[in-house]
């Protein structure tokens, strides 16, 4: 890297620093350091949604996939998450907001104690909150790895480095600063993203090449379906990602609260699929065509390092390492907040007393303290660990094999069709949804990915619904709960507004 680059870099982080100090005006309360006081323009929510689901991670192994196996990684990975967003677009966003806009919910498990009972809501916090920080260490680990791939940093200094950076603005901005530094991201994306897309175009014979390249490229890259990426892949990764990015991982259901109102969250779901339906598109090109400009590597991870290193020149080398700090800082941020939500409104008032008598002001300063101490947790352990260790790579898997069985009771919870489905149900999904993956991981020892992750997901599915069936627990309050999220505040509906009013 050259200087030019290094300044590039140091001016993103400054920026970065200086939007956390910026958003720390704007927060007041913990609820402005969680939702942003639901005043998160539509545009900027579905634009923050969207880059939220990015990482560095994508540039290291997703790049893989593409440069192994071509336009499959497209189809499986962000197709599957567009039409996914764009079913929740209609299903779950606007109640995702009426959560926060008619119950004061800040916290995206918060309402799961009216929902269905205290150990259900707790049991799914700390399933997902101890697991999270764990995931959290492998991105420190990705963003590190492409920091060494350019410029010879240690593993070590660059998750320090990318990690302070990190603390600084998330901590002081909360979600403000989180969703501003989506949008830089969105920008810097936007710079770097062309200017590789150009530069492959430029190096392969101009425009034609996004037709023509296919027939260059060894045989299957072009085909939608290829290697273990299959048909039931796809379906099976479809289904995955419709819970996940509809709420199951619950930063991207912070977005849809943050929005002013139902239908403005519905209308930045809308805008985050479509995002995810084209822009892959101009980001993967270089990806898919890189066995034509960088062939024959032993280690297809460096291939988006290799083709940078090719064909860019200084300056925009530093943009494109610049994107990728963004990617993962972001995501990280964003996951530490609402972890650091979920901590700070649903752990630890069960656990200490104190905690529920809290000023307002202190109650800020301790979601702060748990977002310092949740971001530098998940250093730790990526320090320790550089990505090798297999018990990271074992709690890696483990994240997204319970991410359906935490989404079940969670999503499903919301929606009137289930209200029959409660705590047994919650509880029993959530257990044997983990059992069924530890029974296919680790006693039959499958290899199929789709089998590993899907499978627990249908499982927890099948037991909500059946249980909830065979034993009904609905009662007054929960169906009152769950009937107020199917309007927005202020309806003229006067049954629904008394049923609303019983229990917000």
Request: charged share 10%.
């Amino acid at each position: 890297m050259s200087a030019l680059d290094w300044s590039v870099l140091g001016a993103y982080f400054l920026v970065m620093i200086g939007i956390g100090v910026w958003s720390k005006r704007r927060i007041k309360t913990v609820i402005d350091f969680f939702t942003a006081g639901g005043r998160i323009p539509w545009w900027l929510s579905g634009i923050s949604h969207h880059m939220s689901g990015y990482s560095a991670i994508m540039f290291v192994a997703f790049a893989a996939v593409a440069y192994n196996y071509g336009l499959a990684m497209y189809v499986w990975w962000a197709l599957t998450i567009g039409l996914g967003i764009g079913i929740g677009a209609f299903v779950w966003a606007a109640r995702w907001n009426r959560l926060r806009s008619k119950h004061g919910v800040v916290s995206p498990l918060e309402y799961l104690a009216r929902r269905y009972n205290l150990p259900t809501q707790q049991v799914l916090a700390y399933s997902g909150a101890l697991l999270k920080v764990v995931d959290i260490a492998a991105k420190w680990v990705a963003i590190a790895i492409l920091l060494r791939g350019f410029a010879g940093i240690p593993i070590q200094w660059g998750i320090l480095i990318t990690g302070a950076v990190t603390l600084v603005y998330i901590t002081a901005g909360g979600l403000w600063a989180d969703v501003l530094t989506d949008f830089g991201q969105f920008v810097i994306q936007g710079v770097a993203g062309i200017a590789m897309f150009v530069a492959i175009m430029a190096q392969l014979g101009g425009v034609s090449t996004l037709w023509t390249m296919w027939d260059k490229l060894p045989p299957g890259h072009g085909d939608p379906f290829a290697g273990p990426y299959t048909t039931t892949f796809f379906l099976a990764m479809l289904f995955i990602k419709t819970f996940e990015y509809n709420g199951g991982m619950w930063n991207l259901a912070q977005r849809y609260m943050a929005s002013p109102s139902g239908s403005a969250a519905k209308r930045s779901a809308l805008l985050s699929s479509a995002l995810w339906l084209i822009w892959p598109l101009i980001l993967f090109i270089p990806m898919f065509a890189a066995p034509l400009i960088v062939p024959g590597l032993a280690n297809a991870e460096e291939a988006y390092v290799k083709l940078a290193q090719t064909l860019l020149p200084q300056g925009l080398i530093g943009l494109v390492l610049a994107g990728f700090f963004s990617h993962t800082m972001a995501m990280v941020a964003s996951d530490a907040n609402v972890i650091s939500s979920v901590i700070t409104r649903d752990i630890a008032p069960v656990i200490v007393r104190r905690v529920r008598e809290l000023s307002a002001r202190a109650e800020l300063t301790f979601a702060r303290v748990t977002t310092f101490t949740f971001v530098l947790i998940s250093m730790v352990i990526a320090i320790s660990t550089e990505g090798q260790g297999v018990v990271l790579k074992i709690v890696v898997d483990l994240v997204a094999a319970t991410m359906g069985p935490i989404s079940i009771p969670l999503m499903l919870g919301m929606l009137p069709w289930f209200k029959r489905s409660g705590p047994t149900a919650a509880i029993a999904s959530w257990a044997a949804g983990l059992g069924v993956w530890a029974y296919i991981k680790w006693i039959i020892e499958s290899k199929d990915t789709a089998m590993v992750v899907g499978v627990p997901l249908v499982t927890s599915l099948i037991l909500y619904v059946v249980i909830g069936f065979l034993k009904p627990e609905n009662r007054e309050d929960r169906d009152a709960l769950v009937d107020s999220l199917s309007t927005e505040p202020g309806s003229t509906d006067p049954e629904q507004q008394q049923r609303a009013g019983a229990v917000g």
